[in-house]
């Protein structure tokens, strides 16, 4: 009885749990066609509102051309009608000579006869009708303003919903990854004047393959893109890998994204090693600063540790950071690695061939420092840059700011010409 009351209860949680999955889905159901009556709304007011954008439009266009053909037909009549009231005078006066001229030839008295013959003359090389042009000023043809609408026609014919933009494809050839700046190019796979914006999203990743689905870092959106190419700038590369895509919108619908890829951003990222610092040096895994107490404290610890009273010697100072099980060991251990006017720390990665950079920030009120690479085989009290076993790039700000001055050694920081052998390196100054 009691496992049949078990079973019951089951069935009875199972069919809770379905009718409010059901009742959820009716409430879906229902607002769905809520927003079915207002959307289908919304696109045929729209719609309207387009139609009648064209037909204003059309009536705009009509209004003018008739216009122009109203203004033209006036200027043409204008010229006819002055130029036919020109033929008329001077068919009126040419009848008037050729009647004067019969009459003066049927004349009887010749003594009259030279005098009237001269004054005939004179007035026909003086009349209108022998300085009149019997052409046409303007042509009664109107062909020039005839319209063909065949091929406006058939684009209004074809005038139908917006489709959905294809998704572009990203060209890897033509993209390019240098100084901190990414240009990623694409096209669409069809032509489509349709296209109102592209839209770019971007992750950083330190996954070499394909984009995954799920990553540690947020895809990064820029819109309202009106090229096919874009270029970021000002990026910091603090990851292996950036991902990509892009999908392009018109002014209803976007399209499906493209296929995501993925570039490489070579920056050269490493960490600062806290156990090769000088004492004298403050250091977290990025950033390292000057502590002037630095000696005196790991004193003052050493004493507290072996209650003997006494300056411990610095071999025996606690580190102040883990060892990263990258660096290769560098022959002296501990916080003895660089002393006396020697303050530098190292990276925790060495470099074994290739082309590298990376970036520093520093405080406005540094002082000085330097950054460089070095061979493992830098010594304690050698200064970064002031000998053939390093170079740098140095920076010093006692007395003003100035430029970075290099410091020449015999092989470049970005192609070291002895594999696995340099270390880059930080060195502070007082």
Known sequence: MEDQREALRKIITTLAVKNEEIQSFIYSLKQMLLNVEANSAKVQEDLEAEFQSLFSLLEELKEGMLMKIKQDRASRAYELQNQLAACTRALESSEELLETANQTLQATDREDFPQAAKQIKDGVTMAPAFRLSLKAKVSDNMSHLMVDFAQERRMLQALTFLPVPSAPVIDLAESLVADNCVTLVWRMPDEDNKIDHYVLEYRRTNFEGPPRLKEDQPWMVIEGIQQTEYTLTGLKFDMKYMNFRVKACNKAVSGEFSEPVTLETPAFMFRLDASTSHQNLRVDDLSVEWDAMGGKVQDIKAREKDGKGRTASPVNSPARGTPSPKRMPSGRGGRDRFTAESYTVLGDTLIDG?????????????????????????????????????????????????????????????????????????????
């Open 354 to 430: 290739g082309e590298h950079y990376w970036e520093v920030r520093y405080e406005p009120d540094s002082k000085a420092f330097g950054l460089g690479v070095a061979y493992r085989s830098l010594g304690r009290f050698e200064q970064l840059g002031k000998t053939a076993a390093s170079w740098c790039l140095y920076v010093n700000n006692w007395l003003q700011a100035s430029c970075p001055s290099t410091t020449p050694a015999p092989n470049s920081c970005c192609t070291p010409s002895r594999p696995s052998s340099h270390s880059h390196c930080c060195r502070l100054s007082r």
